[in-house]
T-cell receptor, first 119, second 110 residues
């Protein structure tokens, strides 16, 4: 089991450029998430998905788009990168929430992160 | 807005000492989780405690939860240099409703 993987690990963009971050999980999880982590601010949820073909906005969705065409993949897109999007991006996945009856349903499994710099 | 707030923001101790970190939150929760993040890595789940539980143990970790005070603590006993990391509490009703705090940075000196 590879768990949650992210590509790329590092990327430098110029303002206005676009890119896509790829997240893949092999645990058959329903839920997937994209977070950004900035110094002193913990993790902030960008977008999430509760299943294949569905996505929803999180706390800080502006400037990002996502797609979940396959259950195991969750893509995060930046259409026109801005310096304010310089951050470390983490993908995570989990089972459905606790009401599913699983004790560990809420545990999130994280990828290693992508460090993005926008100049 | 952040649900969980860790205290202290940073903690430096000697190897062998115990480390205690606290988390306070604002609204009702189903569970509270603690995660560890080593520098430059993703978060790793440590322990989950349900709202109807008061204490849980896992190896050298002890977590308590006081729902009346809306607070939790993470105790790491007999700390090691390898415990140096940031520790985050995560609260909420599960799934996308899980909210992470800003973390406590722990430094264990050998």
């Amino acid at each position: 089991n590879a768990g949650v993987t992210q590509t790329p690990k590092f990327r430098v963009l110029k303002t206005g450029q676009s890119m896509t971050l790829l997240c893949a999980q092999d645990m058959n999880h329903e839920y997937m998430y994209w977070y950004r982590q900035d110094p002193g601010m913990g993790l902030r949820l960008i977008h999430y998905s509760v299943g294949e073909g569905t996505t929803a906005k999180g706390e800080v969705p502006d400037g990002y788009n996502v797609s979940r065409l396959k259950k195991q993949n969750f893509l995060l897109g930046l259409e026109s990168a801005a310096p304010s999007q310089t951050s470390v991006y983490f993908c995570a996945s989990s089972y459905s929430p606790s009401y599913s009856g699983r004790y560990d349903a809420d545990t999130q499994y994280f990828g290693p992160g992508t460090r993005l710099t926008v100049l | 807005s952040q649900q969980g707030e860790e205290d202290p923001q940073a903690l430096s101790i000697q190897e062998g000492e115990n480390a205690t970190m606290n988390c306070s939150y604002k609204t009702s929760i189903n569970n509270l989780q603690w995660y560890r993040q080593n520098s430059g890595r993703g978060l790793v789940h440590l322990i989950l405690i349900r709202s109807n539980e008061r204490e849980k143990h896992s190896g050298r970790l002890r977590v308590t939860l006081d729902t009346s005070k809306k607070s939790s603590s993470l105790l790491i006993t007999a700390s090691r240099a390898a415990d140096t990391a940031s520790y985050f509490c995560a609260t909420g009703a599960g799934g996308f409703k899980t909210i992470f705090g800003a973390g406590t940075r722990l430094f264990v000196k050998a």
